[in-house]
């Protein structure tokens, strides 16, 4: 660990497992959607996430899905690699697809917070995963360089994301989750 100055985690699936049930949350998107008279793309949670403000809902999906992370972040499981993070001396951040305050509230009920230098989810920053300025605004949060930083994640998303902003990668693991 020695040729990194600092260490960047995915939360969900890498330092904790929230405890969300995602058809829940495509369901309750859905009926944002169907509340407003909009056919969604798809009743994909991510491209209806991804379509939402084309049509005007941006606000309103971001709170449906945000309620369910935040209460799932609140019941949330530690996975080892919290453990981890807690045993490294180096700079550490969390870049996620979740909204900021599930990570933070994560990252307060498992007692890590402290170990966080720089926070970054979905609705931190313009775009998300696997666009790679949440990642390199983490990175430049903690001031340290992209070269010189190790993004630790669970998907294929996550490696995507490390790629296209020059980050090495390491799966928690065996390799990729779905999404």
């Not at 990194?4 to 495509?26: F, P, S």
């Not at 490294?88 to 990570?103: D, H, T």
């Not at 300025?133 to 996550?158: K, N």
Request: aromatic share 6%; with cysteine; charged share 30%.
């Amino acid at each position: 660990m020695t040729e990194y100055d600092a260490v960047v985690y995915d939360l969900d699936g890498t330092l904790v497992d929230l405890d969300v049930d995602w058809n829940a949350v495509a369901i309750d998107v859905r009926a944002v959607y169907d509340d407003a008279n909009v056919e969604p793309p798809s009743d994909g949670l991510w491209d209806m996430l991804e379509a939402a403000a084309d049509v005007g809902l941006a606000a309103e999906v971001e709170a449906a899905i945000a309620s369910h992370e935040h209460d799932g972040a609140r019941t949330s499981d530690r996975l080892a690699h919290a453990d981890e993070l807690l045993e490294r001396s180096l700079p550490a951040g969390v870049c996620s697809l979740n909204c900021e305050r599930a990570c933070r509230i994560a990252l307060e009920e498992h007692a890590l917070a402290a170990a966080v230098g720089a926070v970054v989810g979905r609705d931190t920053v313009e775009t998300w995963k696997p666009d790679p300025e949440p990642l390199l605004a983490t990175i430049r949060a903690l001031e340290v360089d992209p070269e010189r930083a190790l993004f630790i994640g669970d998907s294929a998303r996550d490696q995507r994301t490390a790629e296209r902003a020059g980050v090495d990668f390491e799966y928690v693991g065996d390799g990729p989750s779905g999404v």
